[in-house]
């Protein structure tokens, strides 16, 4: 009978994980020769190359006004960035804790020869902690990627309105200080309580 071990299940993995690569391989050949329109990038990327785009084509008597709106915008695409980048790490981290919690079992089955030396791999604490860490990095993934959602929102806000600058940046910043409250888990909360 043919045990796993360690080598089949990374082949099993690739399975999955190469079609993606592949699949991300072909849009990145697909890229616009202007690299301000590249599919490759976050809409907080694209906003900012537009926003800075439209303050270097306008009318003199407008520029003063257009360079305000491009302040604005980069204050925002500031916070847009931060949070792309938190997401995308918590996005590999929980990927990875969720593909842990996936094989965990399987471990015992692997090193059944060493569970002697390696006992705590059966252990149900280790196996409820490796669990919890999963759930939490889903919920920081979570929490970064509507934040990130939220500033890019708030970008095309900044971008398409018609309101000046003054009335703009007011209303920003309210909700600017909103976006830097910090974690919560109310938005959790209140979700799983309206399905209730």
Same mark, same amino acid.
């Given at each position: 009978?043919?045990?796993?071990?360690?080598?089949?299940?990374?082949?099993?993995?690739?399975?999955?994980?190469?079609?993606?690569?592949?699949?991300?391989?072909?849009?990145?050949?697909?890229?616009?020769?202007?690299?301000?329109?590249?599919?490759?990038?976050?809409?907080?990327?694209?906003?900012?190359?537009?926003? #800075?785009?439209?303050?270097?084509?306008?009318?003199?008597?407008?520029?003063?006004?257009?360079?305000?709106?491009?302040?604005?915008?980069?204050?925002?695409?500031?916070?847009?960035?931060?949070?792309? !980048?938190?997401?995308?790490?918590?996005?590999?981290?929980?990927?990875?804790?969720?593909?842990?919690?996936?094989?965990?079992?399987?471990?015992?089955?692997?090193?059944?020869?060493?569970?002697?030396?390696? #006992?705590? !791999?059966?252990?149900?604490?280790?196996?409820?902690?490796?669990?919890?860490?999963?759930?939490?990095?889903? /919920?920081?993934?979570?929490?970064?990627?509507?934040?990130?959602?939220?500033? #890019?929102?708030?970008?095309?806000?900044?971008?398409?309105?018609?309101?000046?600058? /003054?009335?703009?940046?007011?209303?920003?910043?309210?909700?600017?200080?909103? !976006?830097?409250?910090?974690?919560?888990?109310?938005?959790? !909360?209140?979700?799983?309580? /309206?399905? #209730?």
């Amino acid at each position: 009978m043919l045990r796993p071990t360690a080598l089949h299940l990374l082949l099993t993995l690739s399975l999955f994980v190469l079609p993606v690569f592949t699949a991300v391989g072909d849009l990145a050949a697909q890229e616009s020769p202007d690299k301000s329109f590249s599919p490759n990038q976050t809409s907080a990327s694209l906003l900012i190359h537009y926003a #800075e785009s439209m303050k270097n084509q306008a009318a003199p008597e407008q520029k003063p006004e257009a360079e305000r709106r491009y302040l604005l915008a980069m204050d925002v695409y500031i916070k847009a960035r931060s949070y792309a !980048i938190l997401n995308k790490c918590f996005f590999w981290l929980s990927l990875m804790a969720g593909i842990a919690v996936l094989l965990w079992p399987s471990l015992t089955v692997i090193f059944k020869e060493r569970l002697d030396k390696w #006992e705590w !791999i059966k252990s149900a604490t280790v196996q409820t902690t490796v669990t919890g860490i999963a759930a939490l990095m889903f /919920a920081f993934y979570s929490q970064y990627k509507d934040k990130q959602t939220y500033a #890019e929102t708030l970008m095309r806000y900044v971008i398409y309105s018609n309101k000046p600058v /003054a009335e703009l940046s007011v209303e920003v910043s309210e909700e600017l200080a909103k !976006i830097d409250r910090g974690f919560s888990f109310n938005n959790i !909360i209140n979700a799983s309580g /309206a399905d #209730e």
